[in-house]
């Protein structure tokens, strides 16, 4: 499956953002979607997933009631609603498929190229 992000700029802080990934290629259903973020200097992390159906949801503890994952698959789309967004989740954000089997899923095989979110205080 390919992935296409998109959907990031600059953003006050307390401002909002939604990010978007587009897939092609293979049954997108079959797939849990997640969103992970690079900071600067700083590894990779995980921020949320959304199961193949959309019913269960997952979030880092540091995004919970600020971000909301969601994903239509007749759009094979998956989004990012991001809220309240702080200087500190200035990252390059990065959407992922997982053709794991069993939730939550932990290993994702297919990413996307990355889009770049920056909060300025």
């Known amino acids: 499956v390919q992935l296409q992000a998109s959907g990031g700029g600059l953003v006050q802080a307390g401002g909002s953002l939604r990010l978007s990934c587009a897939a092609s290629?293979?049954?997108?259903?079959?797939?849990?979607m997640g969103w992970h973020r690079q900071a600067p200097g700083k590894e990779r992390e995980f921020v949320a997933a959304v199961s193949w159906s959309g019913g269960r949801l997952y979030y880092t503890d540091s995004v919970k009631g600020r971000f909301t994952i969601s994903r239509d698959n007749a759009k094979n789309t998956v989004y990012l609603q991001m809220n309240s967004l702080k200087p500190e989740d200035t990252a390059v954000y990065y959407c992922a498929a997982s053709d794991g089997r069993t939730w939550p899923v932990y290993e994702y095989a297919y990413w996307g190229q990355g889009t770049l979110v920056t909060v300025s205080s």
């Open positions: 290629g293979r049954t997108f259903s079959n797939y849990v």
